[in-house]
């Protein structure tokens, strides 16, 4: 699997690429990453915007570690359209072994 995200810096498109599955230190990632975020959501109000500000750049984080350090915090929270945020997120469902729809898709086009 090759796992593909494209952000804009310095006004310039530039993809980067991981060749590697997840290994345990992003499944770790992944896992704090969604305790974070299963605990944002516990308070009665929702969470604050102190919270999603401090998510997002644990998202950011998770992208930079997952893609060995070919970008930086920055880059992704100034550079990350929809599409590559959508990227980041299939890596961290892949990395906490969330099947994807392709995966859901497959399996029951096999049945």
Do not use: C
């Not at 500000?53 to 990350?80: C, I, P, Y």
């Not at 299939?90 to 859901?104: C, Q, R, Y």
Request: no cysteine; aromatic share 8%; hydrophobic share 35%.
């Amino acid at each position: 699997m090759v796992y593909k995200i494209k952000l804009r810096i310095d006004g310039k498109l530039e993809e980067f690429k991981r060749t590697e599955p997840p290994y345990l230190k992003e499944i770790t990632r992944a896992l704090i990453l969604q305790q974070h975020q299963v605990a944002m959501y516990q308070d009665d109000d929702g969470p604050t915007d102190k919270q999603f500000l401090k998510n997002s750049e644990e998202v950011a984080d998770f992208a930079v570690n997952f893609w060995n350090n070919q970008f930086s915090r920055q880059d992704v929270l100034n550079g990350a359209d929809l599409k590559a945020m959508t990227e980041v997120s299939k890596a961290i469902d892949d990395a906490l072994g969330t099947p994807n729809d392709d995966e859901v898709d497959e399996g029951k086009a096999k049945k």
